[in-house]
């Protein structure tokens, strides 16, 4: 059977950035991976940004935009059913941010790809800097990513003092109270080494973390309608104005409440990513790019939002 993992964590937590690392330690260790990036916005930004992964052993695939729940588990089981053909014995499925983790576990479950998968790892990224509040809904996806994983992962550990890691293990913990889950994390549970400092013991470790079972009381509601995103194409922007101008929209509350900005642009030195939270930006230069920038919130007001970036 081909063995899948599942790597959550809500918006901007890092989940591609960890995802490039874990999977680049498989390929090493021999094997066959095949990448399922699933983006809420119409243009699959992620999946352009593990392109460098792409070879023998490593191959990707993409769920691209919003639909209804229905929708959505069709087209990942249409995947995973073509997948599960061409040879591979791993399989990393990276949805977005805002995926309820239930519908994963549905899929997995349904025939015929319980004959042919089993559920290896869920890993689950979580922004040490985490805001400390987010909406009744954000605080269940951040629950429902965490209830089940075998390892629970700080991204930005090395920006976070102790009091900001505790701050956010505490969140987490009541995140996971107010759905009723049976599992809480106590201190020192969550892994806080730097990513830049593991070494394969530590990826060794993940690669055999598993998963965990844990209850949770369902909070019943479309995630497709509770968040948005907005995407513009060729804004016609420098580089520099967007980096200028994309802080705004987490502050503007005309904008809507703007949870992640992601995208590229082109300057005289090649493409640039861009991803921003309100905790702040990243520019990182990338060999291929396609210019556009997707906005992911609540109550966004795109026409608000492209005032904003255009200054």
């Not at 369902?218 to 420098?238: I, M, Q, V």
């Amino acid at each position: 059977m081909v063995q899948v993992d599942l790597i959550t964590g809500f918006l901007g937590a890092g989940k591609t950035t960890f995802l490039r690392k874990y999977a680049a330690y498989l390929v090493a260790q021999g094997h066959n991976v095949c990448i399922l990036e699933n983006d809420f916005g119409a243009v699959n930004v992620d999946a352009m940004l593990v392109q460098d992964l792409l070879g023998e052993r490593c191959e990707i695939e993409t769920i691209s935009g919003g639909c209804d729940c229905d929708t959505h588990q069709r087209r990942m089981r249409t995947k995973l059913i073509s997948m599960a053909m061409r040879g591979f014995d791993r399989v990393l499925v990276e949805p977005s941010g805002i995926f309820d983790v239930d519908e994963f576990f549905d899929v997995l479950r349904d025939e015929p790809l319980d004959r042919w998968y089993r559920l290896g790892n869920v890993i689950a990224i979580v922004d040490a800097l985490l805001p400390g509040t987010l909406s009744a809904q954000a605080d269940y996806i951040l629950a429902s990513e965490a209830a089940n994983a075998g390892a629970v992962v700080f991204s930005r550990s090395q920006l976070a003092d102790a009091a900001q890691r505790e701050a956010a293990q505490e969140h987490l913990n009541r995140a996971l109270a107010a759905c009723k889950c049976s599992r809480t994390f106590r201190p020192g549970e969550l892994l806080t080494k730097p990513w830049d400092q593991w070494g394969s013991e530590d990826f060794a470790a993940i690669d055999r973390c598993g998963c965990r079972q844990a209850s949770c009381e369902k909070l019943h509601f479309d995630e497709h309608r509770a968040f948005g995103s907005a995407y513009f194409l060729e804004l016609g922007l420098s580089c520099q104005q967007l980096e200028q101008n994309i802080p705004a929209l987490f502050t503007d509350p005309a904008c809507g409440h703007v949870l992640r900005a992601k995208g590229f642009v082109q300057d005289e030195n090649g493409w640039v990513e861009l991803n921003a939270t309100a905790d702040g930006l990243t520019a990182n230069a990338i060999p291929k790019g396609q210019e556009v920038l997707i906005v992911i919130g609540e109550g966004l007001e795109k026409e608000r939002i492209e005032e904003r970036l255009k200054g």
